[in-house]
C-alpha cells in the first residue's frame, strides 16, 4: 500500500502592514499587521483593558475642605485628599502655624541672636542695603540729620550743647526720676516738631522714658504719666 504524500504548508503572499505600511508575509489570512505592529497593539489593548477596569471599579473621593470631586489617582501614586486650591491653603495654614510656633517657643529668637552673632559681615551688608533702599526708616541717620540742621546757632551755642550734654549725664530721669541705668539725653522738643539742639531743650531721660516720648512734647510725655484723675 503507498502512503499518501504529505501535506505542504501553504504560503501566503506578502502584503502591507496596516499600521506601519512594512511589507511581510503573513501566517494566516487573517494577519493584517506585521508581528512587531500586532505585539505592540496587543500590549495595548491590555492597558487599555485594565484602565477601564480600574476606572469601572473606582469610586469617585472628594476634597475633605471643599467637597469638590478629586481625580482619580495615578496608577502607584498615594491618595489625596484635598483639590489642590485647597492643598495650598492648607500648606500655607501649616507654615504660619509652625511659624508662630517656632516664633512663640523662643526658637527663632535664639537661633536669629546666634546667626547674628555668628554672621556679623552679613547682618551689617544686609542693614546697609535696606538703609539705602528704603532711607525713610533710618531714623539714627533723620536723627543726625536734624540735630546738624541750622536752628540759629552758633558755635558757642553748639559748645555749650556739647558741655551741658556731658554736665546732664548722670542725672537721674527728668520725667520719672528714675536713676537705675544711665539716662540718654533726650529733646524736650523733639526735633521732629521743631526743637532745637541748644543746651536748655535737652534733659536726661531713661531709656524706657526716651522711647515711650518718641516724638510727644515733653509736657504732653509728663501729663500721660500722672493718673486719669488728676490728668483730667
Request: glycine letters at 6%.
Amino acid at each position: 500500500m503507498q502512503d499518501n504524500p504529505a501535506s505542504k504548508a501553504r504560503v501566503y503572499k506578502q502584503r502591507a502592514c496596516e499600521d506601519c505600511g512594512t511589507l511581510y508575509v503573513p501566517n494566516s489570512s487573517q494577519q493584517v499587521r506585521c508581528g512587531a505592529c500586532q505585539q505592540a497593539r496587543t500590549l495595548r489593548l491590555g492597558r487599555e483593558g485594565k484602565t477601564r477596569s480600574r476606572k469601572a471599579a473606582y469610586e469617585p473621593r472628594y476634597c475633605v475642605d471643599c467637597g469638590a470631586e478629586l481625580p482619580p489617582p495615578k496608577r502607584g501614586g498615594r491618595l489625596i485628599q484635598r483639590c489642590e486650591p485647597c492643598n495650598e491653603a492648607h500648606r500655607e495654614g501649616y507654615e504660619v502655624a509652625r511659624r508662630k510656633a517656632r516664633s512663640e517657643s523662643g526658637y527663632r529668637r535664639t537661633y536669629n541672636k546666634q546667626w547674628r552673632v555668628a554672621n556679623p559681615e552679613k547682618v551689617r551688608e544686609s542693614s546697609r542695603r535696606y538703609k539705602q533702599a528704603n532711607p525713610e526708616v533710618d531714623l539714627a541717620a533723620i536723627h543726625r540729620r536734624r540735630q546738624r540742621l541750622d536752628h540759629g546757632m552758633d558755635a558757642r551755642d553748639r559748645e555749650m550743647s556739647v558741655d551741658y550734654r556731658r554736665a546732664i549725664r548722670d542725672d537721674p530721669c527728668f520725667y520719672c526720676g528714675s536713676s537705675a541705668e544711665r539716662c540718654h539725653v533726650d529733646h524736650y522738643f523733639p526735633l521732629a516738631k521743631g526743637g532745637t539742639d541748644h543746651w536748655f531743650n535737652l534733659v536726661a531721660a531713661c531709656r524706657t522714658c526716651n522711647l515711650r516720648k518718641f516724638t510727644m512734647c515733653g509736657t504732653a510725655y509728663l501729663l500721660s504719666l500722672l493718673p486719669a484723675e488728676q490728668a483730667a
